[in-house]
């Protein structure tokens, strides 16, 4: 869950998806969810969250969007960052957006995103 400075959202969609969701991605095996993050937003961003300070938000497991009959279990982590960085799609992404608190319902959100993400993010608890 990356917070830019003016308090905007970052959210991806891959290619092929018409759902946005946070970057980051599963879990390989030997590696623990914040090694996972670091590696997946290197791939799909370019960026280097390794001397990052990552806040535990939660966990959450819903259906996923992409995979039929697959249910996802998110470690979501906050990252706030203090510059509004430029981010171009990488990977298997399609696009990049810092969404805002008053446009966020034009996107069509994963479920953790909608269930978990955006409700957390609103509630301004950070």
């Known amino acids: 869950m990356m917070i830019g400075p003016y308090g905007d959202l970052l959210m991806v ?3 092929g998806s018409y759902y946005f969701q946070l970057p980051g991605g599963k879990i390989a095996v030997g590696e623990d969810d914040v090694t996972a993050l670091v590696r997946e937003l290197r791939e799909e961003l370019q960026f280097d969250a ?3 300070s990552l806040q535990f938000i939660g966990q959450h497991r819903t259906q996923a969007v ?3 009959d697959t249910l996802v279990e998110g470690h979501i982590y906050l990252i706030k960052l203090d510059a509004q960085f430029t981010f ?3 990977a298997e992404l399609e696009e990049v957006q810092w969404v805002k ?3 966020w319902q034009n996107y069509q959100l994963a479920h953790l995103a909608a269930e978990f993400v955006v409700p957390k993010w609103l509630s301004g608890d950070f």
């Open 88 to 90: 171009l799609p990488q």
């Open 101 to 103: 608190k008053d446009n």
């Open 66 to 68: 992409n995979e039929i």
């Open 13 to 15: 969609r891959k290619k």
């Open 50 to 52: 390794s001397g990052t």
